[in-house]
T-cell receptor, first 110, second 115 residues
Framework: GQQVMQIPQYQHVQEGEDFTTYCNSS?????IQWYKQRPGGHPVFLIQ?????EVKKQKRLTFQFGEAKKNSSLHITATQTTDVGTYFC??????????FGTGTRLKVLA | ETGVTQTPRHLVMGMTNKKSLKCEQHLGHNAMYWYKQSAKKPLELMFV???????ENNSVPSRFSPECPNSSHLFLHLHTLQPEDSALYLC??????????????FGPGTRLTVT
């Protein structure tokens, strides 16, 4: 079945450094969503990408969908302590359901 | 912040108990979901309901029994659970589950511990 992997599993950065998490699907995706889960919280929707090669920005966050629509990335510029949390991608493949990735846990050191 | 509420927030139950988790969404959505989140695995989709009809049962053991009486309410009935069922159970809703392209809104979750 469809699998969605994320790397790295954990990332510790100094405040002000950049951070990138990568999402890879075993199958071609129709679209992909990104969620953030703060420690002790629940996943919160960030963005959705639909088109091949699509790039979207939200302030310091840049999301990219690969040309083959099998991978995606989230890049955070100049991390802040408020960026702490686990970032999940969720890909929608041949079926209607979204498969969540394994997540990348980000820790920002002040 | 969230339009999805879950009760109880914490639950400790023995393996022979029967309990139910409740989820309510105030967003006017038509689809509702149950997820299991444990330390060792990513978010695992358990059940999906669309317009009160179950559209997905992701090979979940029968000791978990969902119920969706209307588009705003979702229950997860639990009985004869195992310690490995201890996890955070998250409810979510979205505008629709079949056409796709809609974000999911998650509730705060129920932290379940099976003793």
């Amino acid at each position: 079945g469809q699998q969605v992997m994320q790397i790295p599993q954990y990332q510790h950065v100094q405040e002000g450094e950049d951070f990138t998490t990568y999402c890879n699907s075993s199958t071609t995706l129709s679209n992909i969503q990104w969620y953030k889960q703060r420690p002790g919280g629940h996943p919160v929707f960030l963005i959705q990408l639909v088109k091949s090669g699509e790039v979207k920005k939200q302030k310091r966050l840049t999301f990219q969908f690969g040309e083959a629509k099998k991978n995606s990335s989230l890049h955070i510029t100049a991390t802040q302590t408020t960026d702490v949390g686990t970032y999940f991608c969720a890909g929608r493949g041949g079926t209607y359901k979204y498969i969540f990735g394994t997540g990348t846990r980000l820790k920002v050191l002040a | 912040e969230t339009g999805v509420t879950q009760t109880p927030r914490h639950l400790v139950m023995g393996m022979t108990n029967k309990k139910s988790l409740k989820c309510e969404q105030h967003l006017g959505h038509n689809a509702m979901y149950w997820y299991k989140q444990s330390a060792k695995k990513p978010l695992e989709l358990m059940f999906v309901y669309n317009f009160k009809e179950q559209t997905e049962n992701n090979s979940v053991p029968s000791r978990f029994s969902p119920e969706c009486p209307n588009s705003s309410h979702l229950f997860l009935h639990l009985h004869t659970l195992q310690p490995e069922d201890s996890a955070l159970y998250l409810c979510a809703s979205s505008q629709d589950s079949l056409t796709g392209g809609y974000e999911q809104y998650f509730g705060p979750g129920t932290r379940l511990t099976v003793t």
